[in-house]
């Protein structure tokens, strides 16, 4: 009977915990039906190349030392339609402290078809047609909108799913501006930095 | 419940799941209930109600969606030589207004909705059972996001009788 008793006290606290969570990981429902799920924080933001509407190939990687906003989203998508003003203007009010935006249409449509959109939404920014390879590259892009925070140093900071509101995509954009990057020095400025280093010492004994 | 704890565990923890799940982690599901065999006269035509059902949570757009960027449900079938598709009949969309849209209103499916299909055998029809393939196209989305369209197959048998 005393050990039933403490069985039930330990799934209880089990269920509990999950529990607890379970409200870690939801923790938009505090906010309503909006969502912040999964844990990429930290890992480093796949590299891309992609074409532009314009054309134009961009590659993740050019923007180290920006904070980068990767905003996945479609056509046929009408909570997208949403944030995506909301991006236009955090792009002017941001610009200048390093924010660089950047739309991934995962459309099959024209991409004539798909600029219109994006001219009618008000997007101020570079609109990247997506493809399977960058949408696995990412965890399998299947929920939009989903948006990847990336900071100065190339690694992820948040990821968002579904649509938010904008005060917490705000807040996310700041902790993405105060990120720091530190640019990595190639084996041979590492060689040469020693060797100056090195000359200096002997120069001073 | 007092005398039954492992049922108030067993809640608990289903409740415990369903608070966990993050909305990545849902797929939208929508499937067709099976149907009997399809009886068609030779020369004559029979209506054939496809019911599908919608998961809770989701929605699809309707087959006449309010903005041409939106993806319509669309039924696809492949007949036979025996008989033609003459007619598909798909209901009429919910105007409903979503928090994320409140000042749009989209034409949408939710729950359970039926598309009628006309089969029609002519005349020389030989008779005989035959398989009908197709698939059902749908856009979903929940309340605050959406996925990739999608399509599932759809599949039943006619069977062709002489008059």
């Known amino acids: ?205 | 419940m007092r005398k039954n704890p492992a049922l108030a565990l067993i809640l608990l923890l289903m409740a415990a799941i369903a608070l966990a799940q993050s909305p990545g982690d849902k797929v939208p599901s929508v499937v067709m209930a099976p149907i009997g065999n399809v009886q068609v006269r030779a020369g004559a035509s029979a209506t054939v109600n496809l019911d599908f059902r919608i998961g809770s949570e989701f929605h699809i757009s309707s087959h006449t969606p309010k903005s041409e960027l939106l993806i319509p449900t669309v039924l696809k079938l492949n007949a036979p030589d025996q008989v033609t598709v003459a007619d598909v009949k798909y209901p009429a969309g919910q105007d409903v207004t979503f928090p994320f849209s409140p000042d749009e209103k989209l034409s949408v499916y939710s729950g359970d909705f039926s598309i009628d299909t006309v089969l029609k055998a002519p005349a020389n029809a030989a008779a005989g059972t035959y398989p009908v393939t197709g698939t059902l196209r749908f856009q979903a989305c929940d309340h605050s996001a959406c996925y990739p369209p999608k399509s599932i197959p759809v599949q039943f048998q006619v069977t062709v009788v002489k008059k």
């Not at chain 1, 024209?110 to 001219?119: C, D, H, M, T, V």
């Not at chain 1, 902790?175 to 120069?203: C, G, I, N, Y």
């Open chain 1, 1 to 205: 009977m005393k050990r039933n008793a403490l069985v039930f006290v330990a799934l209880f606290v089990a269920v509990l915990a999950m529990l607890a969570s379970g409200k870690y990981l939801d923790r938009s429902r505090k906010h309503g039906p909006l969502k912040l799920v999964g844990n990429v924080q930290g890992l480093p933001a796949p590299d891309f190349q992609l074409s532009s509407l314009d054309g134009t190939r961009i590659k993740l990687s050019d923007y180290r030392g920006k904070a980068v906003l990767l905003n996945f989203w479609a056509t046929w998508c009408p909570p997208c339609k949403v944030e995506m003003p909301w991006f236009a203007d955090l792009q002017k009010q941001y610009a200048k402290d390093g924010l660089v935006v950047l739309g991934v249409a995962m459309d099959d449509s024209e991409p004539a078809k798909i600029a219109q959109f994006a001219s009618e939404m008000g997007v101020n920014y570079p609109v990247l047609l997506g493809t399977d390879q960058v949408s696995d590259d990412y965890g399998d892009v299947q929920y939009l909108p989903t948006t990847f925070y990336i900071g100065r140093d190339g690694t992820i900071v948040d990821k968002m799913t579904g649509l938010l509101d904008r005060k917490e995509i705000e807040e996310a954009v700041r902790k993405t501006l105060s990120t720091t990057h530190r640019p990595t020095s190639s084996p041979q400025q590492s060689q040469a930095a020693a060797e100056v280093k090195s000359s200096s010492k002997d120069a001073a004994q």
